[in-house]
């Protein structure tokens, strides 16, 4: 691979990796820092190592390993057209290690493992994944966050779905 070649690869790859629809949002910048990054353009994917962390206007992430995986375009077979314009967008974006996310209004999570899938616009959490906002707090096995239908669900799978909800001391319980 000529050092042109490669350029054009990495230009091309940052510029997809700034331009994500990572949490559903188009047109915010997104930052990504790590110790190390690695494209291996056999396997559409980009993988940074080492203290990752991401930003983008209204949710930060910090993880171990950050996996970032491509869709390829489909080959018009031109001569004239380079290994990098095969690269389309970004299909996947798994979080792994010590994942952290924070999000305004004091949203924040924590998990061993967080996938988005960009065509489903899906966030997917797991590894003892815990949810809060505030001193509300739920988790379970696995939390799906859906992010176009502004849901989620939250599976028990060998345990059970456990959910703390914070209420006002002055407010009257059951057979109060």
Same mark, same amino acid.
């Given at each position: 691979m000529t050092s042109g070649l490669s350029m054009r690869s990495l230009m091309l790859l940052l510029f997809l990796a700034l331009a994500a629809p990572l949490w559903a949002a188009q047109d915010v910048p +997104?930052?990504?820092?790590? $110790?190390? %990054?690695?494209?291996? #353009?056999?396997?559409? #994917? +980009? +993988? *940074?190592?080492?203290?990752v962390y991401v930003i /983008? #206007? !209204?949710?930060?992430?910090?993880? !171990?390993?950050?996996? +970032?995986? @491509?869709?390829? /375009?489909?080959?018009t077979e031109n001569a004239t057209q380079s290994v990098a314009d095969d690269q389309g967008s970004i299909k996947k974006i798994i979080a792994r290690g010590n994942v952290r996310i924070?999000? $305004?209004?004091?949203?924040s999570g924590?998990?061993? &493992?967080?996938? *988005?899938?960009?065509?489903?616009? @899906? @966030?997917? %959490?797991?590894e003892n994944p815990v949810l809060m906002e505030g001193a509300n707090k739920i988790q379970g096995e696995v939390i &799906? @966050? *859906?992010? &176009?239908?502004?849901?989620s669900e939250v599976l028990g799978g060998k345990g059970r779905v456990e959910a703390i909800f914070n209420t006002k001391g002055d407010a009257k319980g059951l057979g109060q």
């Amino acid at each position: 691979m000529t050092s042109g070649l490669s350029m054009r690869s990495l230009m091309l790859l940052l510029f997809l990796a700034l331009a994500a629809p990572l949490w559903a949002a188009q047109d915010v910048p +997104v930052k990504i820092t790590s $110790d190390t %990054m690695t494209y291996t #353009q056999a396997g559409d #994917q +980009v +993988v *940074f190592k080492g203290s990752v962390y991401v930003i /983008r #206007q !209204d949710i930060e992430l910090w993880s !171990d390993v950050l996996t +970032v995986l @491509l869709e390829k /375009r489909e080959s018009t077979e031109n001569a004239t057209q380079s290994v990098a314009d095969d690269q389309g967008s970004i299909k996947k974006i798994i979080a792994r290690g010590n994942v952290r996310i924070k999000a $305004d209004n004091g949203r924040s999570g924590t998990c061993g &493992k967080a996938t *988005f899938e960009a065509d489903k616009d @899906l @966030l997917t %959490m797991e590894e003892n994944p815990v949810l809060m906002e505030g001193a509300n707090k739920i988790q379970g096995e696995v939390i &799906k @966050l *859906f992010i &176009k239908e502004n849901r989620s669900e939250v599976l028990g799978g060998k345990g059970r779905v456990e959910a703390i909800f914070n209420t006002k001391g002055d407010a009257k319980g059951l057979g109060q």
